[in-house]
């Protein structure tokens, strides 16, 4: 089992920025790889980023080039630097841990409990 423990949402304005952290206080996080997904009301959650053990990443086409998702893994923690935030990345955003790195909530076994992301 691996726990997962987000920080950093909060309300921000369009156009401004937020980084979330997800730490896993209990695990190495580093043979993992490690997502960031989020959630719109009752909608699945959708796939935002993805960091391999390798360091490789993916994300989604609606958040390149304004999200960066980072990984630590000597204080087993990964960052989303998120920047140009837009009223449409409003959600509760997830990070998550799996053993094989695909951008699909399936494929992700551990999750957190969330952070709320408001953008007005």
């Known amino acids: 089992h691996v726990q997962l423990v987000e920080s950093g949402g909060g309300e921000v304005q369009a156009g401004g920025s937020l980084r979330l952290s997800c730490t896993a206080p209990?695990?190495?996080?580093?043979?993992?790889?490690m997502g960031w997904f989020r959630k719109f009301g009752r909608q699945d959650r959708e796939g935002v980023a993805a960091?391999?053990?390798?360091?490789?990443?993916s994300y989604a086409d609606v958040v390149k080039g304004r999200f960066t998702v980072s990984r630590d893994n000597a204080n087993n923690t990964i960052n989303l630097m998120m920047n140009s935030l837009k009223p449409e990345d409003t959600a509760m955003y997830y990070c998550?841990?799996?053993?094989?790195?695909?951008?699909?909530?399936?494929?992700?076994?551990?999750w957190g409990q969330g952070t709320q992301v408001t953008v007005s």
């Open positions: 998550a841990a799996a053993q094989y790195c695909r951008l699909q909530p399936t494929a992700f076994g551990y």
């Open positions: 960091i391999d053990a390798d360091g490789s990443v």
């Open positions: 209990e695990n190495s996080i580093s043979g993992y790889c």
